[in-house]
C-alpha cells in the first residue's frame, strides 16, 4: 500500500475509468470487431455477419465514399475558420471590455443550447427557404449570383447548398469555438498587456506579440472542438443540403440505421476516428507549445 500513499490521487481516477471502460473502451471494441466481419443475406433476405478478418471493409469503403470524406473535411475545415473570425472578437471584447456584462453575454452565446439541436437546424431551414427574407434580400442586393458563380449556390436559393451547409455548421458549434477562447484571453495578466504596449509601441504588435500567443490554448480547444464534431456532423447536411452535400456522417447513419451494414459503418467511423487523430497529432505539433500540446 505504500505506493498508494506516494499516490493518493489515484483512487479518485477509478470512478472515471470504470466509466470510460464501460461506455467507451468496450463499445469501442466491439465496433472494431464488427468493422472485421463480413455480412451475407441469404434467401430470405436475412443478413448474417461472420468475424473473417475482412479488411476489405476499410480499403473498399474508402475508395467508394471518398468524395464524401473530402466534402466533410472540407465544409468542417471553412466552418470551423469562419467561426474562429466571429468568436475571437467576440470573446476578445467580452473578455477585456464586457465589465459588469460579463456574464450577462456569456448566457447570450449559451442561449441557443437551450433549445434543441434538431430544432435549431429547422429553423435554419425556415430562414433560407426560397421565399424567405434573407434569401429575397441577398437576391435583391445580387449576391447570390455571386455565390452561385462560385458553386456555393444553385439558381439564386440558399437551401440545398453547401452555403446553408457550412452556415447551419457555424452557428451550432460556434459557442465550442467562443468559450474556449474567453476562458484564454479572460487568464491574461492585464500587466502583460500594459508593459508590450510600452515595448511594441502600438496595440497590433502587442496583440500579435503578447495576447494572441497567450489565447493559443484557447485557440486549440476551439478549434478542435469546432472541427470534430463539424467533421462528423449529418443533422444539416440531412436536413439543409442535397445528395450532393451528403457528408461522411451521413454515409455512416444510413449504413447503421437505414441498411444495417454495421461492418462497413464501424469501418468508416474508425477510418474518420484515425484521420482525425492523426490531424490532432499534427496540428498540436505545429501550434508548438508545451501547454498547447498538453490541452
Known amino acids: 500500500m505504500n505506493w498508494l500513499k506516494k499516490r493518493p490521487a489515484y483512487p479518485l481516477l477509478l470512478p472515471g475509468m470504470l466509466w470510460l471502460a464501460i461506455f467507451f473502451f468496450i463499445p469501442m471494441a466491439v465496433m472494431l470487431y464488427k468493422s472485421l466481419e463480413t455480412v451475407t443475406v441469404d434467401l430470405n433476405y436475412q443478413q448474417h455477419f461472420t468475424f473473417d478478418w475482412n479488411f476489405s471493409n476499410y480499403t473498399d469503403n474508402i475508395s467508394q465514399y471518398k468524395s464524401q470524406f473530402a466534402r466533410s473535411f472540407l465544409y468542417a475545415a471553412i466552418a470551423t475558420v469562419a467561426a474562429f473570425l466571429i468568436a475571437y472578437p467576440l470573446a476578445y471584447v467580452i473578455a ?43 437576391d435583391a442586393m ?15 436559393r440558399l437551401l440545398a447548398t453547401p452555403l446553408a451547409v457550412v452556415s ?3 452557428y451550432n458549434y460556434l459557442a465550442f469555438m467562443v468559450l474556449p477562447l474567453y476562458v484564454s484571453l479572460e487568464k ?4 502583460l498587456l500594459e508593459a508590450s504596449l510600452d515595448l511594441y509601441a502600438n496595440r497590433v504588435k502587442a496583440f500579435m506579440k503578447v495576447t494572441f500567443p497567450l489565447s493559443l490554448p484557447g485557440v486549440f480547444a476551439g478549434t478542435l472542438l469546432t472541427f470534430i464534431p463539424a467533421t462528423g456532423d449529418y443533422i444539416n447536411a440531412e436536413i439543409l443540403g442535397s445528395p450532393q ?16 451494414d454495421y461492418p462497413a459503418a464501424s469501418a ?5 476516428m484515425a ?21
Open 96 to 138: 477585456f471590455r464586457g465589465g459588469r456584462w460579463k456574464n450577462l453575454l456569456l448566457l447570450l452565446v449559451i442561449a441557443p443550447f437551450f433549445t434543441n439541436y434538431l430544432i435549431r437546424t429547422l429553423a435554419w431551414q425556415t430562414i433560407l427557404a426560397d421565399n424567405s427574407v434573407v434569401t429575397s434580400t441577398l
Open 168 to 170: 447551419a455548421i457555424t
Open 188 to 191: 491574461i495578466d492585464q500587466r
Open 245 to 260: 452535400t451528403r457528408m461522411i456522417g451521413n454515409v455512416i447513419q444510413s449504413k447503421f440505421l437505414i441498411f444495417n
Open 268 to 272: 468508416l467511423s474508425f477510418t474518420l
Open 275 to 295: 484521420i482525425m487523430l492523426v490531424f490532432i497529432a499534427i496540428y498540436a505539433k505545429l501550434l508548438g507549445t508545451e501547454e498547447v500540446t498538453t490541452v
Open 142 to 156: 445580387h449576391l447570390l449570383s455571386i455565390t452561385d458563380a462560385l458553386g456555393w449556390t444553385q439558381q439564386s
